[in-house]
């Protein structure tokens, strides 16, 4: 199951060292999957909590054993809708550091996901969407994304769209062959 629904080792690397060069520590990940993007990210940065969603009861139990299998315990895994699960998190947190979208695959939620969470970016966070270019759908769902007025810097790496906020960034789309 980690063969075919893990994030390739290459785009594990980019979570990790964004993770832990930022020493981010209130990571959101939507779609936990079999909990691969999830290990990169927990494991960056000791002092992170990573709070993670994921819409399939099944992968999600998954994921969780493989996290106590490796003795991981700044992780926490919600079970449900993204929306519902996204509505009780945010509640309870004010701003994250860094936030992985990866679920959801369409413009529709895709773009209701990246505005809902607005509030709850500061300057200095990072917002990553996985799968920018796997259909028209999330190619739309980018393309609005860049011409966001909070967004000032994004570079695409062709499967992850890497997006920033910080005003001190002059305003670019950055294409990478990565």
Known sequence: ????????????KVLFNL?????FTHILELGTSVGTSTLY????????????IEGSKERAEFASDLFNQMGLSNIEVHIGNFTEELN????????FDLVFIDGDHT??????NF???????????IVILDDIHLSSSMERAWRKIL???????????FRLGIIFFDTKLSKQNLIINY
């Not at 990210?41 to 993670?52: C, E, G, I, Q, R």
């Not at 009780?88 to 701003?95: D, F, S, T």
């Not at 413009?107 to 209701?112: G, P, R």
């Not at 969470?117 to 966070?125: A, F, N, T, V």
């Open 1 to 12: 199951m980690i063969r075919t629904s893990g994030l390739p080792a290459k785009y594990g």
């Open 19 to 23: 993770a832990a060069y930022y020493k």
């Open 41 to 52: 990210m927990s494991m960056a940065y000791p002092d992170s909590k990573v709070l993670t």
């Open 88 to 95: 009780v998190i945010l509640r309870n947190r004010v701003k």
């Open 107 to 112: 413009e529709k939620a895709v773009l209701k």
């Open 115 to 125: 505005y809902h969470l607005h509030h709850h970016l500061h300057e200095k966070s």
């Open 147 to 157: 011409r966001d007025d909070k967004v000032t810097l994004t570079i695409d790496l």
